[in-house]
């Protein structure tokens, strides 16, 4: 059972616009800031979004994160094939357990 | 451009102690403001981070691990390590280690990311 909730699926026609919530606390969504990852099968997890909404050079603007109160949403734009992977948002949690914490992951179909 | 790569057994046996380590080339593992992590996937399933280090020694935990994990750094060889005690089949993942930004913002919010990941390496725990 993951701290952050994320949808286990989600799914778009090429093209189109999509969006993934991730679901927290005030300890960690709330009181934090939010990264998202994209792992395309076989292979690492990659860094998307840093600071909930700021992108790494090379990132593409089709990326987009955003935060209100205890709930951080990814959203991508201009639906690719080549998008469909596992998604992971993150946060750092600072309750008792402190410590680094992922969402559960949301696989991306892109029909 | 900065590049990790795990190395160590890719099998292991059942209460013996899991051993990894990262070589960090292309940059300094000194570098101030990065922690170095470790992160692990069990086939088919999420994310679980292990815990974090600075090149200074100063560690983060999972908590949940914690009592089972020590995570080092040889700034001379530029790498990290990791140790995971007493493994059981649940230990069986997709290890990876990253560099990891940790930082506290002017109003105490923590700010953090692991940007480059290494490739990954599957250890087994199995007899």
């Known amino acids: 059972q993951s701290v952050l909730t994320q949808p286990p699926s989600v799914s778009a026609a090429p093209g189109q616009k999509v969006t993934i919530s991730c679901s927290g606390s005030?300890?960690?969504?709330?009181?934090?800031?939010v990264s998202w990852y994209q792992q395309l099968p076989g292979t690492a997890p990659k860094l998307l979004i840093y600071d909930n909404n700021k992108r790494p050079s090379g990132i593409p603007d089709r990326f987009s994160g955003s935060k209100s109160g205890t709930s951080a949403t990814l959203g991508i734009t201009g639906l690719q094939t080549g998008d469909e992977a596992d998604y992971y948002c993150g946060t750092w949690d600072s309750s008792l357990s402190a410590g680094q914490v992922f969402g559960g992951g949301t696989k991306l179909t892109v029909l | 451009q900065l590049q990790l790569q795990e190395s160590g057994p890719g099998l292991v046996k059942p209460s013996e102690t899991l051993s990894l380590t990262c070589t960090v080339s292309g940059g300094s593992i000194s570098s101030s403001s990065y922690y170095w992590g470790w992160i692990r996937q069990p086939p088919g399933k999420g994310l679980e981070w292990i815990g974090s280090i600075y090149y200074s020694g100063s560690t983060y935990y999972n908590p949940s691990l914690k009592s089972r994990v020590t995570i080092s750094v040889d700034t001379s060889k530029n790498q990290f390590s990791l140790k995971l005690s007493s493994v059981t089949a649940a230990d069986t993942a997709v290890y990876y280690c990253?560099?990891?930004?940790?930082?506290?913002?002017?109003?105490?919010?923590?700010?953090?990311?692991?940007?480059?990941w290494g490739q990954g390496t599957l250890v087994t725990v199995s007899s």
């Open positions: 005030s300890s960690n969504i709330g009181n934090n800031y």
């Open positions: 990253a560099r990891h930004r940790i930082y506290y913002d002017s109003s105490g919010y923590i700010s953090d990311w692991f940007d480059p």
